[in-house]
């Protein structure tokens, strides 16, 4: 198959080919499987706390994603590389989830956990997100397992005190360190966004000198947009100069 | 926070709709005096209205319940990500990691939150 024009098909039907990575084809589909189904269930019937259960103030989706090294993506094949694990909506099923998930410190590869509100995508294309940002902390690596453990109990628990703006938290593996993220709403309210740093620093017990960076989802979106359009103008200089060199050749040929 | 483990739930109630506070750009919340509320109820004072709160500590006290030892039905199997089947060996990392949590790791678990040079 062509990933570049899979990678293009705007095809949310689930029957993409998106599991190359997998280290076998056995698994790979059995995973399809099983997150259709889940994914099938989820959409049909709400989740709703147990009896005795802690109920949570919002329901949450932890997701998965990992990219394959060395290829870039479009927004597309982002969503097509990110998989749900599951909806909880108490703290007894965050725990359910937590416990038979591997921490992100044992995570191979380029790999990310998001936990986001049930209904947002962990997407800069989300309606919640578009008009976003996200404060980042870049981790060594070693911290990532317990930081990403407390971001998100403070997440869960209602930490942040800023009413409706949360929208989720991912932990991002690469090669030399770790990055946690938490998302908000909008990004130009510099009361909730600085709420948010400081509860950060509080909970992550962060030393004061530790750098926090906050980017705007739309800074991301035309930085990422940007380098997809070298790429492709890039491509296209080379294919266009390969056809005049091969037109130049066929008229030698023709004429000399 | 101040040391004792709050579920601070709230029962539902109607939100009266005369008594309306207008917060500034936060200052005047200080995170950490909010679990000293008794009950725990934070209406009227919450941007938004009633919120259930939940701290570290609490959080880590359910993580204890029966139920969390068994996988979510539909947890999907994503190898090195996911351990949905429960009938592993014990020796599985996956399974360690139900008893080893970042919290009583023997080596480097309290320190390891202060000496961060990033």
């Known amino acids: 198959m062509n990933n570049k024009f899979d990678a293009l098909k705007d095809d949310d039907s689930g029957d993409h080919d998106q ?24 959409k049909r019937k709400a989740v709703v706390p147990g009896p005795a259960e802690h109920p949570l103030q919002y329901n949450y989706t932890f997701w998965y994603s990992r990219r394959t090294p060395g290829r870039p993506t479009s927004s597309q094949s982002y969503e097509q ?3 749900q694990i599951g909806t909880f909506a108490s703290v007894e099923q965050f725990w359910r989830f937590y416990s038979h998930m591997v921490r992100p410190g044992d995570l191979t590869g380029h790999s990310d956990f998001h ?29 990532a397992s317990r930081c990403w453990e407390n971001l998100i109990l403070a997440m869960l628990g209602e930490q942040f005190m800023v ?21 908000n709403k909008t990004a130009s309210d510099q009361a909730t966004t600085a709420r948010i740093r400081d509860t950060l620093r509080r909970v992550l017990n962060l030393p004061p000198n530790t750098i926090m960076e906050y980017k705007t989802h739309t800074d991301s979106i035309n930085w990422h947009h940007r380098s997809l ?28 | 926070m101040s040391g004792g ?19 500034g750009d936060g200052v005047q919340l200080p995170p950490g005096d909010y679990s000293t509320t008794p009950g725990g109820t934070l209406f009227s004072t919450t ?3 009633t919120r259930i709160i939940y701290d570290r500590k609490f959080l880590m006290e359910c993580r204890n319940s029966p139920v969390t030892k068994t996988p979510p039905r539909d947890l999907p199997t994503i190898p090195g ?4 089947t429960s009938e592993e060996p014990p020796t599985e990392p996956s399974q360690n990691h139900l008893r080893n949590s970042p919290e009583d790791k023997p080596a480097g678990g309290e320190e390891s939150q202060f000496e961060m040079d990033i």
């Open chain 1, 19 to 42: 599991n190359e990575e997998n280290s076998t084809q056995k698994d790979g589909e059995k995973e399809k499987t099983e997150r259709d189904k889940s994914q099938g269930s989820s």
């Open chain 1, 81 to 83: 590389n990110i998989k």
């Open chain 1, 115 to 143: 936990l986001f509100k049930e209904g947002i995508k962990p997407m800069w294309e989300d309606d919640a997100n578009k008009n976003g940002g996200k404060w980042i902390i870049r981790l060594r690596k070693g911290l």
């Open chain 1, 163 to 183: 009413g409706e703006e949360i929208c989720g938290a991912v932990v991002s593996v690469r090669f030399q360190e770790d990055i946690i993220s938490i998302w």
């Open chain 1, 229 to 256: 359009l070298f790429c492709w103008r890039a491509t296209w200089k080379i294919l266009l100069s390969w056809t005049r060199g091969i037109g130049r050749a066929f008229y030698v040929l023709r004429t000399g």
């Open chain 2, 5 to 23: 483990s709050s579920c601070s739930q709230t029962p539902s109630r109607a939100i009266p709709a005369t008594r309306r506070v207008i917060l």
């Open chain 2, 47 to 49: 941007p938004g209205g």
């Open chain 2, 81 to 84: 990500v996911t351990s949905p």
